[in-house]
Nanobody, 117 residues
Framework: QVQLVESGGGLVQPGGSLRLSCAAS????????MGWYRQAPGKQRELVAV???????NYADSVKGRFTISRDNAKNTVYLQMNSLKPEDTAVYYC???????????WGQGTQVTVSS
């Protein structure tokens, strides 16, 4: 029943931009914290950005000033706007939904972002 469907990944040149989307279903969306994680080959999955149910945003130091996370509760969708992309941003990006109260978390299938010339 619960699904997080990601889209927007692709190949982009350094300095370019991409906008990732994650459409959620099967959850009470506005009761969940939403986040974006990424995992590069040979590396651990890391938090990129998170936005709370109340709209509070936090970012990894590596993406501050370049990435923006947002959510549209009416559309049950969370976004990640990625600007000034660098090769080190190359990774599979995963959407996450987390309920602290219910102790539940869900993951999307991931979408590939490749930053290369």
């Amino acid at each position: 029943q619960v699904q997080l469907v990601e889209s927007g990944g692709g190949l982009v040149q350094p300095g370019g931009s991409l906008r990732l989307s994650c459409a959620a279903s099967g959850i009470i969306f506005n009761a969940y914290h939403m986040g974006w994680y990424r995992q590069a080959p040979g590396k651990q999955r890391e938090l990129v950005a998170v936005i709370s149910s109340g709209g509070i945003r936090n970012y990894a130091d590596s993406v501050k000033g370049r990435f923006t996370i947002s959510r549209d509760n009416a559309k049950n969708t969370v976004y990640l706007q990625m600007n000034s992309l660098k090769p080190e941003d190359t990774a599979v990006y995963y959407c996450n939904a987390d309920s602290v109260i219910l102790k539940l978390h869900y993951w999307g299938q991931g979408t590939q972002v490749t930053v290369s010339s």
